[in-house]
């Protein structure tokens, strides 16, 4: 038998290939939170080749110009709007002028997070509120504002939250973020099971290593740490952003109505790889390049 030239899982379509159809969102609006940059933007842009208008939101002038510059013309209409998730009132400001510019979003993506690599002693604990804060709890905010609405509208809705594979296995060198993901991963089957009676259905999405051009100086540096990122994977690649933007217009489409609470692992089961040999344990200092502890 010849042996598989590419070995690994093959490379995904290309951009602007879809497997839905064409008009799958036409008439649809659709709220990515931190949709400026990497894979909200990239989850953004699959929505609107399906015809989706946008609200992308986020704090930044430059994300939401990036919005507005790089999401117009797939599809639909994009609205940027400046928006903190960590205060209610501002998420209400949002809807606001979502629900005035193209109606009330019919599917959420709560994507925006934060996050940098810091050894758990070293943290501040403003550093861990303020992960906690924007990743938990804006995404509650987000999703109860969302489900409010179409409470009172008596309207179904789809919300996808972004969380990632730590939420299960913890995470070293980011306590704040895996301990964030796991509020928000075990949030998704609390809505699940209270929304759905009124339509609404809650899903989480996992996306694995997938590098982009947004991604933080501190993480990208973690990264660059690591040579060869690609024979680390069991799939012998990284993940590219258009697959996570794919499995989010499925989990959020007339298609995907009946799943609900679900999790969704887009990683090439990386999450799940285990060795045969156990491999030395290197302290997440080492591993950050950060000298011996001092208080
Ligand atoms: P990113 O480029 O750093 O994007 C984070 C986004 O969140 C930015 O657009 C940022 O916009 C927005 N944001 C941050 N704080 C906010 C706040 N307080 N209010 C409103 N928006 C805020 O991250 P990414 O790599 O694309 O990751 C996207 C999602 O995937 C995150 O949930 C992340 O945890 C998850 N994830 C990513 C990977 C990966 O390999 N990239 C792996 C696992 C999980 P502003 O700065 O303009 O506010």
Redesign the pocket.
């Known amino acids: 038998m010849t042996p598989d030239p590419t070995p690994g899982l093959p490379t995904p379509p290309p951009t602007g290939t879809s497997a839905l159809p064409p008009d799958t969102y036409a008439g649809t609006t659709v709220l990515v939170?931190?949709?400026?940059?990497?894979?909200?933007k990239a989850v953004a842009a699959e929505f609107a080749r399906l015809g989706a208008d946008l609200v992308v939101?986020?704090?930044?002038e430059e994300?939401?110009k990036a919005a507005e510059e790089e999401l117009s013309g797939l599809g639909g209409r994009v609205l940027a709007v400046p928006?903190?998730?960590?205060d209610p009132d501002r998420i209400t400001g949002l809807f606001d002028r979502a629900e005035a510019a193209f109606g009330l979003p019919h599917v959420l993506v709560n994507?925006?997070?934060?996050?940098f690599p810091v050894p758990a002693e070293d943290m501040s604990p403003n550093a861990w509120r303020t992960v906690v804060d924007?990743?938990l709890n804006?995404t509650y905010y987000m999703a109860r504002e969302f489900a409010r609405r179409h409470l009172a509208a008596r309207t179904p809705g789809s919300i996808v939250n972004?969380?990632?594979s730590y939420a299960w296995t913890g995470g070293p060198g980011y306590a704040h973020?895996a301990a964030a993901?796991a509020g928000v991963k075990n949030l998704v089957e609390t809505l699940a099971v209270e929304w759905g009676p009124y339509g609404i259905q809650v899903n989480g999405l996992?996306?694995?290593?997938?590098?982009?051009e947004?991604?933080?100086a501190d993480i990208r540096a973690n990264l660059d740490r690591v040579r060869a990122a690609d024979v680390r994977q069991p799939a012998l690649r990284v993940g590219q952003p258009r697959e996570l933007g794919w499995a989010a217009t499925f989990l959020a489409s007339p298609y995907a109505r009946f799943i609900s609470g679900h999790t969704l692992v887009v990683d090439g089961a990386n999450w799940q790889r285990r060795d045969l040999v156990t491999p030395e344990v290197v302290p997440i200092r080492e591993q950050l390049g950060r000298g011996p502890f001092t208080p």
């Open positions: 939170t931190g949709g400026g940059t990497g894979l909200g939101a986020s704090r930044k994300h939401l928006c903190d998730i960590r994507n925006a997070a934060a996050n924007i990743t804006g972004v969380g990632a973020s993901k996992v996306p694995g290593l997938m590098p982009h947004d991604m933080t």
